[in-house]
């Protein structure tokens, strides 16, 4: 049995202990490893080598230890080992030496030409069938196995149609194999190998055409040989002299990089030194002092725009409205620098922003670029630096640990008594970039370093960051909070224990129940994914603030919470939750009403002083202070939803995985590099891009047998009835918005009391290949029940007439799930719907 590689398409060997010795040496350690075993139909996959090794050895032993024994040969036996091997999706049974020889015997032949053409057939193989998904940043298809066997008339050299060509043809006609595109090249947005990976495939490559040209050599000597005496050997014999290897351009790993950079519009790192380290090098027997430069990398941002803008699909998205945009895409968000924490904690980021400020004046003035519709100038300013408060500290100059400074806040000067008295931002003296100067001038020209460090403590600042110099940009005003870290790692976590912990010691709550309720929950598609995990009673009893929970969990917790704790709805306990809940509803907000906000500043006072009154051993953190300053921020830069970190985190994790899988001399270095390699074959295609992979996914679909139900709904409904072709699927996925059969709900229209009104989702279908329409069933909105944060509706008793919406047409895109609860069927919602029905009708209104 023949055992291939389907990672390279060129390892063979004759044993499974070979091919995983192969899979080892070669792929295991790539970030993007995945395989399905695939032996014998098994599904199982794996992303680390070890586990795939320890699956097959108590699984498939005897695949292991039976080796490559023969078989006996007989036509029966061998189409019984063939239809054996069939089911097994690896594996392959070549054929025996003497069916080849009886197939050999069988041919006419009437000179060596004739039995090398049909050696020459015997060799050829199809075009590889399988292909692999595109991921961010690569990854291996999850629907095929690793192993792949041959069919049975294979050999294992890889086919190129010119060379076949070559063979068969005996036309004159000269042709090039350079110039000759190769069905066997995978399509570079449809596959992502590693390195090695590539280097194999070439080398594979390369050695079948040296085979191939030998062999047609020695047929024409051949034939030469019969007609000796003539000029046309010479001349004939020549042409193999000319012969160009169509792979030396990227033979090696250094020349492939040479050609992505020429090709695909390479933007290439810089190394900017900020210090120099002192070490002892080895020079001969001895060593010698010497120093190391301290760098980080920097990608530079004019021409990392210019990439992007590049592509005409992405220019075409920035210059074109858009009722919504792909800005949450991995894709999105590109890398700008890296560098080692501890080179960053000894010569500080001033460095890095210093190569940022540069390019940010340049832009701010204007730069011409190339774009995908030719020259065009464009100018750009710095809107507001994402992260936690440790980060934007660091970054603006401020104290990181605020427990050590007298004014704690970056957008106000309070101390920490003021913090625990007062709770509306009119109530503190707000920093401005003026007073924030001066105070930094001030620590510099301090003459001792006492007082310096004195006023670094009263001031709460440590240094005078280079963002006071970005063009258009005030450090105190755009450097928002993070609900991430803000809220959902830092005030829900601490006020849901306090809530709860208080609840158990008064025997008005159960643990144990509260688990149980967790664990038994019903929850949606949606949300099933970032289940809570229960609570433990350690982490109720220790001292932190944490409930161990990840933020998606704290998401949902915040949704489901009212409904696992109504037991005790009547005490003030319980109502501090709904109040945390609504704050929380209206930042999560993608539209936020003026009037909102000052609903909003209300309810943050009363909340702080509601926890105060209820937990007066508690002292006020300094993220609960931060608070005060979120709807003015609102009014500023927008929705803080707008400015979360969780995306950002998203991105990170990838870089991590790199970094603890592959042992890299220079780590900072190679991350760059790879991530700088794949930014640039983005634009490859014209007609893709990751940022607009997944738009529309489909689940299952079939053919709608009652066309003529579907056209009087779209002419009901829509006012057209043009049906080229027509499916119904199960679900779709739309730019990241999963929409199912039966279980979806869709909010349609506002009612006349502004209630959303939910529609349940009977089908779905997919009109003339790109018209998404959702046909459902109405349900009737009651009210908004403030004792559980959710919409309660009605169901319909009696059968009705279903409607027809298409996708555009939705007040909000974001798909809803309804819950029972006491016989009474609510909707609980992800964030405040006020404003968005607001602006829905507004649009409305104008058209």
């Given at each position: 049995m023949v055992w291939r590689c389907v990672i390279c398409f060129v390892f063979v060997a004759l044993t499974l202990k070979s091919l995983l010795s192969h899979i080892n040496s070669a792929h295991s350690r790539s970030p993007d490893f995945r395989v399905v075993c695939g032996i014998d139909g098994c599904s199982k996959e794996y992303r680390i080598y070890n586990s795939l090794w320890y699956h097959i050895r108590r699984n498939h032993r005897e695949h292991l230890e039976s080796g490559g024994r023969e078989r006996t040969a007989t036509a029966t036996s061998s189409r019984e080992a063939s239809s054996a091997v069939n089911r097994n999706v690896w594996g392959y049974r070549p054929a025996t030496a003497e069916n080849r020889e009886h197939q050999t015997g069988e041919a006419v032949m009437e000179n060596g030409v004739q039995a090398e053409d049909v050696l020459i057939e015997e060799n050829r193989v199809q075009p590889c069938p399988y292909s692999v998904s595109p991921q961010h940043f690569g990854a291996f298809d999850s629907t095929a196995s690793l192993y792949s066997g041959f069919d049975d008339d294979t050999f294992i050299s890889p086919s190129h149609p010119a060379l076949s060509q070559t063979v068969d043809s005996t036309s004159n006609t000269t042709l090039n194999i350079a110039d000759v595109p190769c069905p066997a090249a995978v399509d570079s947005s449809a596959s992502c190998q590693s390195k090695r990976g590539v280097n194999d495939v070439l080398a594979?490559?390369?050695?079948?055409?040296?085979?191939?040209?030998?062999?047609?050599?020695?047929?024409?000597?051949?034939?030469?040989?019969?007609?000796?005496?003539?000029?046309?050997?010479?001349?004939?014999?020549?042409?193999?002299?000319?012969?160009?290897?169509?792979?030396?351009?990227?033979?090696?790993?250094?020349?492939?990089?040479?050609?992505?950079?020429?090709?695909?519009?390479?933007?290439?790192?810089?190394?900017?030194?900020?210090?120099?380290?002192?070490?002892?090098?080895?020079?001969?027997?001895?060593?010698?002092?010497?120093?190391?430069?301290?760098?980080?990398?920097?990608?530079?941002?004019?021409?990392?725009?210019?990439?992007?803008?590049?592509?005409?699909?992405?220019?075409?998205?920035?210059?074109?409205?858009?009722?919504?945009?792909?800005?949450?895409?991995?894709?999105?968000?590109?890398?700008?620098?890296?560098?080692?924490?501890?080179?960053?904690?000894?010569?500080?980021?001033?460095?890095?922003l210093g190569r940022l400020y540069e390019d940010l004046i340049m832009l701010y003035g204007g730069v011409n670029i190339q774009t995908g519709n030719g020259e065009r100038e464009i100018f750009g300013a710095l809107v507001s630096i994402c992260g936690d408060t440790l980060a934007q500290h660091e970054l603006c100059g401020f104290k990181e640990g605020v427990?050590?400074?007298?004014?704690?806040?970056?957008?106000?000067?309070?101390?920490?008594?003021?913090?625990?008295?007062?709770?509306?931002?009119?109530?503190?003296?707000?920093?401005?970039?003026?007073?924030?100067?001066?105070?930094?001038?001030?620590?510099?020209?301090?003459?001792?370093?006492?007082?310096?460090?004195?006023?670094?403590?009263?001031?709460?600042?440590?240094?005078?960051?280079?963002?006071?110099?970005?063009?258009?940009?005030?450090?105190?005003?755009?450097?928002?909070?993070?609900?991430?870290?803000?809220?959902?790692?830092?005030?829900?976590?601490l006020e849901i224990k306090c809530v709860i912990k208080h609840l158990v010691l008064l025997g008005q709550l159960d643990l144990d129940v509260l688990n149980t309720a967790l664990a038994g929950f019903p929850y949606s598609p949606l949300d099933v994914r970032d289940r809570p995990s229960p609570i433990a009673y350690s982490t109720l009893a220790s001292s932190d603030n944490k409930l161990k929970q990840s933020s998606g969990q704290m998401i949902v917790l915040l949704k489901i919470l009212p409904f696992l704790i109504d037991s005790v709805k009547d005490n003030e306990y319980y109502k501090i939750i709904l109040e945390l809940i609504e704050?929380?509803?209206?930042?999560?907000?993608?539209?936020?009403?003026?009037?909102?906000?000052?609903?909003?500043?209300?309810?943050?006072?009363?909340?702080?002083?509601?926890?105060?009154?209820?937990?007066?051993?508690?002292?006020?953190?300094?993220?609960?202070?931060?608070l005060i300053h979120a709807p003015s921020q609102i009014k500023l830069l927008g929705p803080m939803v707008r400015h979360m970190c969780m995306r950002f985190e998203s991105k990170h994790c990838f870089f991590k995985q790199w970094a603890s899988k592959l042992n890299f001399r220079n780590v900072c270095k190679s991350l760059i590099r790879h991530n700088q390699m794949y930014e640039c074959c983005q634009n490859v295609s014209h007609s893709k891009h990751p940022i607009f992979f997944n738009e529309c996914a489909l689940g299952p679909t079939s053919e709608i047998r009652n066309m003529s139900y579907l056209k009087e709904k779209m002419r009901a409904f829509l006012g057209n009835d043009d049906i080229n072709n027509a499916v119904s699927v199960k679900w779709i996925n739309l730019n990241g918005n999963k929409y199912i059969q039966e279980k979806t709900l869709l909010l349609t229209s506002v009612n006349s009391n502004d209630l959303p009104e939910f529609g349940l989702v009977s089908n779905i279908y997919v009109i003339n290949s790109s018209?998404?329409?959702?046909?459902?069933?109405?349900?009737?909105?009651?009210?908004?029940?403030?004792?559980?944060?959710?919409?309660?509706?009605?169901?319909?008793?009696?059968?009705?007439?279903?409607?027809?919406?298409?996708?555009?047409?939705?007040?909000?895109?974001?798909?809803?799930?309804?819950?029972?609860?006491k016989d009474v069927t609510y909707v609980p919602t992800k964030y405040y719907l006020v404003d968005v029905l607001g602006l829905h009708r507004a649009l409305s209104d104008e058209l």
């Open positions: 594979g490559m390369q050695q079948y055409q040296a085979l191939l040209v030998t062999n047609l050599r020695s047929q024409l000597q051949t034939v030469f040989q019969q007609h000796q005496g003539s000029e046309l050997e010479k001349e004939a014999m020549a042409v193999f002299d000319q012969i160009e290897d169509p792979f030396a351009s990227v033979a090696t790993t250094y020349r492939q990089d040479n050609v992505i950079k020429e090709n695909f519009n390479f933007v290439e790192s810089e190394e900017v030194s900020v210090g120099y380290t002192a070490c002892l090098k080895k020079k001969g027997a001895t060593r010698v002092l010497s120093t190391i430069p301290k760098c980080f990398h920097y990608i530079p941002l004019i021409k990392s725009l210019e990439q992007l803008l590049s592509h005409p699909k992405v220019l075409e998205m920035i210059d074109q409205p858009q009722k919504y945009r792909n800005g949450s895409k991995l894709a999105a968000i590109r890398l700008l620098a890296i560098a080692k924490k501890s080179e960053l904690s000894e010569c500080g980021v001033d460095g890095i427990g050590f400074a007298y004014s704690k806040c970056r957008q106000c000067e309070c101390s920490f008594e003021d913090m625990q008295m007062y709770f509306d931002e009119d109530n503190f003296e707000l920093r401005t970039l003026e007073r924030h100067v001066r105070q930094c001038g001030d620590i510099e020209k301090a003459n001792t370093e006492y007082l310096r460090n004195s006023l670094k403590t009263t001031f709460g600042i440590n240094r005078r960051s280079k963002l006071v110099e970005f063009p258009a940009f005030n450090l105190i005003q755009q450097t928002p909070q993070d609900m991430m870290h803000v809220i959902l790692e830092g005030i829900a976590p704050i929380v509803k209206i930042l999560f907000a993608p539209v936020i009403g003026l009037q909102t906000l000052s609903k909003l500043k209300t309810l943050i006072e009363q909340h702080l002083k509601h926890m105060k009154n209820l937990f007066p051993d508690n002292n006020i953190t300094p993220k609960q202070h931060y018209l998404y329409c959702f046909e459902f069933q109405q349900h009737n909105t009651v009210c908004y029940d403030r004792n559980y944060m959710a919409y309660t509706i009605e169901i319909p008793n009696m059968a009705q007439g279903t409607e027809l919406i298409t996708a555009d047409s939705l007040v909000d895109f974001t798909p809803y799930y309804s819950y029972t609860h």
